[in-house]
Structure formats: structure tokens, C-alpha cells
């Protein structure tokens, strides 16, 4: 089974640039997070998409993040314009369905991003 | 508010050591579940274990094994004969009732010394 996968694994950009990350979740997953990781941090949630509409948002910065999930399979997060606190790794994960703790999280391998 | 403490930040031990990982959580949910994830250096998180706060029972796997005390607030995990392999750093991370995301700790970095 083809795990989630997530391109690109490593962007470097200058403040102000927009970005966009794309993320194939688990084939027949219905739900799909976002997380970003700062160095030194755990994971913090930043957008829950079930099929192809949203969850949970509500740690998204909205003036400058966006998401979507178009026909409730591949996802992209786009940042515009993007700041210097925003370098992170952003994680992609899927479960089968939402829910409390029922169902566990697959996560992808990340994309590194770097804002100089 | 769900909160998870991991007060350790970097543990170092010589392979074949046990070494335990503490996970201490707060929540004013009555039902939640606790996760303990793995995360290599590829940057890949690997789930490890599940629990639901009604199931206080040790559960062991292999070499891992992870201590349940809801009276302690604390969900800690042992590695029993640490191998070069263990070297990660090891999340603890709590879903309360809603929605299913995640709340993850700071993280404990491992490194096993061959």
C-alpha cells in the first residue's frame, strides 16, 4: 500500500514569495491534516479537511495560508506572502475517517520549508 | 485545553540500556485517546501505539512497552535493550472528543551510543 505522499521535500524562498505544497493522501482515506513543525517543536494542526470539505481551520493563519482539497483526494497549502516564521517542515497526514482518536494518522515525509 | 509535557528534550544512553520516555498530559475530557509517534531522521512520524483514556492497561510490544497511570496524568514509554535503530526523536501526542487532531508534546530526542 503506497503511503502518503508529499512533494516538493524541499523549498527555499525569499519573504514575501508565495509557495504551495502538494500532498497525495492514502488511497480511500477520507480525511486529510495539515500540520506544521517548527525546529524543536512537535506538530501543530493547521487545517482537517473530511472528503473535500473543512473540519477544523481554526489554527490557520487565513491572511496568508490557504488550502483546499479538490475532489476530496490530493490537497495543496499554499502560503502568500510568506515570512520569516513561517520556515517549518510541513506534514501531511491521512486517516480513514475523522473521529476521536479512532483512526490512525499516516504521515508523509514532509516538505522542509526555508524563508530567507 | 489539551496539553502534552515530554520535560525530557534529549536523552542519550549506550546501546543495549533500557530507557524510558516521559509523557505527562493534561485534558478536562473524560474520553480521549493517547499516541506515542516515532519521527527518524528521514522525518517520517511513525505511529507506535494508541490508548483510550479507559484502558489503563501496560501494553507491550517487543522491546517497547508503555506505562499507563491515569491517577498521574502519564502515558511513559520503555525500550527495553535500546539498538542504534531507536535513535529518533519520540513524540507524545493526545486527541480529546471532537475532532481527531492531534496535540503533540515538544518531542524527546533519543540517541543510542553503539
Known amino acids: 500500500e503506497a503511503g502518503v505522499a508529499q512533494s516538493p521535500r524541499y523549498k527555499i524562498i525569499e519573504k514575501r514569495q508565495s509557495v504551495a505544497f502538494w500532498c497525495n493522501p492514502i488511497?480511500?482515506?477520507?480525511?486529510l491534516y495539515w500540520y506544521q513543525q517548527i525546529l524543536g517543536q512537535g506538530p501543530k494542526l493547521l487545517i482537517q479537511f473530511q472528503n473535500n470539505g473543512v473540519v477544523d481551520d481554526s489554527q490557520l493563519p487565513k491572511d496568508r495560508f490557504s488550502a483546499e482539497r479538490l475532489k476530496g483526494v490530493d490537497s495543496t497549502l499554499k502560503i502568500q506572502p510568506a515570512k520569516l516564521e513561517d520556515s517549518a517542515v510541513y506534514l501531511c497526514a491521512s486517516s480513514l475517517f475523522g473521529g476521536p482518536g479512532h483512526y490512525e494518522q499516516y504521515f508523509g515525509p514532509g516538505t522542509r520549508l526555508t524563508v530567507t | 485545553a489539551q496539553k502534552v509535557t515530554q520535560a525530557q528534550t534529549e536523552i542519550s544512553v549506550v546501546e543495549k540500556e533500557d530507557v524510558t520516555l516521559d509523557c505527562v498530559y493534561e485534558?478536562?475530557?473524560?474520553?480521549?485517546?493517547l499516541f506515542w509517534y516515532k519521527q527518524p531522521p528521514s522525518g517520517e512520524l511513525v505511529f507506535l501505539i494508541r490508548?483510550?483514556?479507559?484502558?489503563?492497561q501496560n501494553e507491550i510490544s517487543g522491546r517497547y512497552s508503555w506505562n499507563f497511570q491515569k491517577s498521574t496524568s502519564s502515558f511513559n514509554f520503555t525500550i527495553t535493550a535500546s539498538q542504534v535503530v531507536d535513535s529518533a526523536v519520540y513524540f507524545c501526542?493526545?486527541?480529546?472528543?471532537?475532532?481527531?487532531?492531534?496535540?503533540f508534546g515538544t518531542g524527546t530526542r533519543l540517541t543510542v551510543i553503539p
Open positions: 488511497s480511500g482515506h477520507a480525511t
Open positions: 485534558t478536562r475530557d473524560t474520553t480521549y485517546y
Open positions: 501526542a493526545l486527541s480529546g472528543t471532537g475532532a481527531n487532531n492531534l496535540f
Open positions: 490508548r483510550n483514556s479507559f484502558d489503563e
